[in-house]
């Protein structure tokens, strides 16, 4: 199974916890991202990302080009630390 067909089962599996009303919020809200243009200005599969700086989850800076240095790299960004 590909990580695509994975992360989408995941996402469809994680719907059936999610109360009716916040499913429409979150559905509402990437409708309205969706539909803002701003998928044309964001990194496409395959682009390259530029050199950043960002803190860790502990607060530490952390550097793309460091991480880069010793294989592949995934980005999470979330809105908490709840």
């Known amino acids: 199974m ?10 469809e599996a994680s719907r059936k916890w999610i109360p009716p009303d916040k499913l429409a919020i979150m559905d509402r809200a ?11 200005s964001c ?6 990302a530029p050199a ?3 803190p860790n989850v502990l607060g530490k800076p952390v550097a793309l080009e460091e991480l880069v240095r010793h294989g592949p790299v995934v ?8």
């Open 75 to 82: 980005l999470s960004f979330y809105r908490g630390g709840w």
């Open 52 to 54: 950043f700086v960002l």
């Open 43 to 48: 990194l496409k599969v395959g682009d390259a």
């Open 30 to 40: 990437t409708r309205d991202l969706r539909q803002s243009g701003i998928l044309d």
């Open 2 to 11: 590909s990580l695509t067909q994975e992360l989408e089962e995941r996402r």
